[in-house]
Each structure stands twice: as C-alpha cells, then as structure tokens.
C-alpha cells in the first residue's frame, strides 16, 4: 500500500473512531512526512471533520404560511430556525406581514420541486416535520426569509444546524431595516407595558433590564419586572453565556409572552434572543 493510501486510510480510521469525543490533528516534520494523531502536539494543525449533509426531494402541494408548506405526501413542514408572523385563520388573528411571507413563500416554490434537510431532531410535538428547504438552485430558503425581514430567528435545541448563518442573516435584515423591521407592530417597548390590561400575543421585542437571578429544577429565570421574569430551561444553559452577565444591563428580549394570571414569563431557549444593548 502507498504512502498516500495508508495517510488516507489512517485519517479516515481516526475520524470514524474519534469524531464524537476527539479531535484530530496533522503534523508535518522538518523533512515533510505529515502525520496525524488524536493528541495535539507543537505547531500541530486541528482537522475538523466534514459532516455529510442529506437533502431529500419531494414535491410541494400548498404553502400553509410563511414558515410551514404541506407535501404531496400530505406531510406537513415546519422551516427550522425562523418564524413569520401569523395570517388570519378562523383559531387565530392575522399578524403584519404573514401575508407578504407566505406570497414569497409560494413565489419560490411555484415550481413544486423542493429539498428537505433535518438537523438532530425531525419533528415536532404536532407531528411536522422539522427541515431546512432548498430549492434545486441551492437557494436557502430559511436563509432568504430571514435575509429578506419576512422571517425572524427562532432557534429551538437540539435543532441547531446553520446557526451563525440564520443569525447572520437576521442582523442583515435589521440593519437594512427591511420588511418586519421596519413596522411599527416589531419595534421594541419595555416590559413594564405587559399587564392584565394589555394582552400579548405573537413574537415581540421586549426591553428589560434584569434585577436578580432564581433558580429551580427546570428552570432558572432572570427577573426583569414584578410581574415579569425571563425563564431559560437548566438544560440549556450551555448556550448562554454567564446569566449573572445579564443583571443590570439594558436587554433585548426577543419572543413570546405568556401569562398566567397577572403574571408574564417569557421562555428563551437560545442566546441569539437576548441582545445587550448596553455595558454600563
């Protein structure tokens, strides 16, 4: 066997046996022989190994709303990562700008043809599937919404395939201002306004600053006003930095309210949704 047979055989066996709990690195000596080893050694290189992804066609039926498609199959499709507003139905009221993302929605996928890629979980307590879409051209459609302001984030564990992009993505929309960044039912108001008289319902943007830390089992809370708290699950907590890193800076929320009596608790899964907006 060659030089270069048993060097990619090596990095294949290495990269097999060691991909969930190791990383590899590559060596090369003073007279050019490359090496690789799962222990890190002086001016060695780390490998990161490629993930092969899969895309599975199907044919699309109809567009639901912006961020959920039914398949000829009679399957139904949630877009991972995003969510658009809500378009009137006889369960719910119609949001600003459902309408203009599920016309996009549909515009792009005139042709019927479409490309599903899941991420580690596939669907969800409604039975959906759970997927990222493509269209034959390679076009990111969960990506061109959010780039397009049709779309905000909405990252839910352990589905958590093409973050950064999806977050990228966002802050572009924001600072052109376009779409749901530019109407006046997204723009930013305190949590002091949430109160038995004023329902919240739909993804908002709310401003806090965070007073104290409490901790229980499931859940530790960052809490923002008497009547307000900010709720992270204990398992997620790895996706955040140090909560104690919030207490007394101006934040902004991003997501759903909910209320039960005369209280507000607004549940955070991922870090993307609280942003800093200052460091006094």
Do not use: C
Request: glycine fraction near 6%; charge should be positive; proline fraction near 3%.
């Amino acid at each position: 066997m060659s030089l270069l047979s048993k060097t990619v055989l090596l990095v294949g066996l290495l990269l097999q046996a060691n991909f969930l709990w190791a990383d590899i690195y590559r060596s090369q000596n003073a007279n050019g022989t490359i090496s690789f080893s799962d222990q890190a050694s002086a001016d060695a290189e780390i490998i990161k190994p490629v993930v092969q992804t899969y895309r599975y066609k199907y044919q699309v039926a109809k567009v639901y709303d912006g961020d959920t498609i039914v398949l000829k199959n009679g399957e139904k499709v949630r877009l991972l990562g995003i969510n658009t507003p809500e378009i009137e139905s006889r369960y719910r009221q119609g949001e600003a700008g459902g309408y203009v993302a599920k016309k996009w929605l549909q515009d792009k996928l005139k042709q019927g043809d479409v490309y599903l890629e899941y991420d580690q979980k596939k669907r969800d307590k409604y039975n959906r599937l759970l997927a990222h879409l493509f269209l034959p051209s390679g076009e990111h459609l969960n990506k061109l919404m959010l780039e397009q302001g049709l779309a905000v984030l909405s990252i839910i564990p352990p589905n958590l395939r093409y973050v950064d992009v999806l977050i990228e993505a966002e802050m572009q929309a924001q600072e052109e201002g376009l779409a749901m960044w530019s109407m006046d039912e997204y723009q930013v108001y305190p949590v002091s306004k949430l109160s038995k008289e004023h329902k919240s319902s739909g993804w908002h943007r709310f401003l806090a600053t965070p007073t104290k830390i409490t901790e229980s089992r499931k859940y530790i809370r960052l809490i923002l006003d008497k009547h307000v708290d900010l709720r992270i699950a204990t398992s997620n907590l790895d996706l955040f930095p140090d909560l104690h890193s919030y207490i007394g800076k101006k934040l902004e929320i991003r997501g759903w309210a909910s209320r039960r009596k005369t209280h507000y608790s607004i549940l955070v899964r991922h870090s993307s949704a609280i942003k800093i907006l200052t460091l006094e």
